[in-house]
């Protein structure tokens, strides 16, 4: 059997030893291993309407050798600014993926050179604040990187879409379809890990009809760390 014994004496059993309950203080990711823990939110600009299935609208290139990328949570929430008005959509919503082999990619908005917002001031700076290692869209759809996965980590979608009786146009909730990913490390759940040259997509599924339009914030938080 094995044993962890403090400094002061007390012996807490693990492995067959008979149940007993042990106090313990979850914390984050040790300091020991981690650059540091960051969070980033963003939206698009106006994605213009009819745009292309599997269009990629935000992803994430980790380059680093060393170290790696533990992501803990990503949201996107849709806001419609057009309604759509050619027929139901049966399919409206959006997936991230991880990419296994990423090549440059490009287009919309470079948020790698920006400052991610540290967790904590004494963490080191993000590895992604890096030109081109971070993008979101802007009207259209980004250049695509490479070597996506063919499953989805997480997907969303949206309502079914109704015509409006009134204007005979159709009707999109606001924020509707929402994704959401979040690794419950509580409960066992393994999260995503980038190691050197993957990454990760965000793309929307099918394509758009005539005339709608919207933005899209992406929020994500993530850890970089040296051993996971």
């Given at each position: 059997?094995?044993?962890?014994?403090s400094?002061?004496?007390?012996?807490?059993?693990?492995?067959?030893?008979?149940?007993?309950?042990?106090?313990?203080?979850?914390?984050?990711?040790?300091?020991?291993?981690?650059?540091?823990?960051?969070?980033?939110a963003?939206?698009?600009?106006?994605?213009t309407?009819?745009?292309?299935?599997?269009?990629?609208?935000?992803?994430?290139?980790?380059?680093d050798?060393t170290?790696?990328?533990v992501?803990?949570?990503?949201?996107a929430?849709?806001?419609?600014?057009?309604?759509?008005?050619?027929?139901?959509?049966?399919?409206?919503g959006?997936?991230l993926?991880?990419?296994?082999?990423?090549?440059?990619?490009?287009?919309?908005?470079?948020?790698?050179?920006?400052?991610?917002?540290?967790?904590?001031?004494?963490?080191?700076?993000?590895?992604?604040?890096?030109?081109?290692?971070?993008?979101?869209?802007?009207?259209?759809?980004?250049?695509?990187?490479?070597?996506v996965?063919?499953?989805?980590?997480?997907?969303?979608?949206?309502?079914?879409?109704?015509?409006n009786?009134a204007a005979?146009?159709?009707?999109?909730?606001?924020?509707?379809?929402?994704?959401?990913?979040?690794?419950?490390?509580?409960?066992?759940?393994?999260?995503?890990?980038l190691?050197?040259?993957?990454g990760?997509?965000?793309?929307?599924?099918?394509?758009?009809?005539?005339?709608?339009?919207?933005?899209?914030?992406?929020?994500?938080?993530?850890?970089?760390?040296?051993?996971?």
């Amino acid at each position: 059997m094995a044993v962890i014994e403090s400094t002061g004496g007390t012996i807490a059993g693990v492995g067959q030893e008979a149940f007993a309950g042990m106090h313990v203080r979850p914390t984050p990711i040790g300091p020991s291993t981690t650059n540091g823990s960051y969070r980033i939110a963003a939206t698009t600009g106006t994605i213009t309407a009819a745009l292309v299935a599997s269009g990629q609208l935000f992803y994430v290139r980790w380059t680093d050798a060393t170290r790696f990328f533990v992501l803990h949570k990503f949201t996107a929430q849709f806001q419609p600014l057009t309604l759509f008005t050619a027929g139901t959509l049966t399919d409206f919503g959006f997936d991230l993926l991880k990419v296994t082999a990423v090549s440059a990619g490009g287009g919309g908005t470079d948020l790698g050179a920006l400052v991610k917002t540290k967790m904590r001031t004494t963490m080191g700076t993000s590895l992604l604040d890096t030109a081109g290692l971070m993008r979101i869209a802007t009207t259209g759809v980004l250049t695509s990187i490479t070597s996506v996965d063919s499953t989805s980590i997480a997907q969303s979608l949206g309502d079914t879409q109704r015509v409006n009786p009134a204007a005979a146009t159709e009707e999109q909730n606001v924020n509707s379809p929402n994704l959401e990913y979040k690794a419950d490390l509580a409960n066992g759940e393994y999260p995503l890990v980038l190691a050197q040259n993957e990454g990760l997509v965000f793309r929307n599924r099918t394509v758009w009809p005539a005339a709608g339009t919207g933005v899209i914030t992406i929020n994500m938080v993530w850890s970089e760390v040296g051993a996971f």
